[in-house]
Nanobody
């Protein structure tokens, strides 16, 4: 089992920055790929970014590429999402999720479907005002 806890959400003005964190406990989190998803009111949950367990590969959805950065510190069992140049349309509850199926060290693949992830956090609210 992996337990995930997000933190760092809040209210920020458009153009500002926030960093959300995903702290893990439980089994070997450092062998799990991790992704961030978000869900805005009335919309489906969508993939935002993902990182392989080695940290060698990061993946972003087109709408956040160049503005968001995903990273991880395995010694701290923590994954981060740095969000810069925030827009009102980034407003959502942000969830981290872990995919702990075996992957090679040099994997260059992160799943984008929510069904591929076995463990989820409770979410943290990010609100961007215009």
């Amino acid at each position: 089992q992996v337990q995930l806890v997000e933190s760092g959400g809040g209210l920020v003005q458009a153009g500002g920055s926030l960093r959300v964190s995903c702290a893990a406990s439980g089994r070997t989190f450092d062998r799990c790929a991790v992704a961030w998803f978000r869900q805005a009111p009335g919309k489906e949950r969508e993939y935002v970014a993902g990182i392989t367990w080695s940290g060698l590969y990061q993946d972003y959805t087109a709408s956040v590429k160049g503005r968001f950065t995903i990273s991880r510190e395995n010694v701290k069992n923590t994954v981060y999402l740095q969000m810069d140049s925030l827009k009102p349309e980034d407003t959502a509850v942000y969830y981290c999720a872990a995919d702990c199926k075996p992957q090679p060290y040099l994997s260059y693949y992160v799943a984008r479907g929510a069904r591929d992830y076995d463990y989820w956090g409770q979410g943290t609210q990010v609100t961007v005002s215009s």
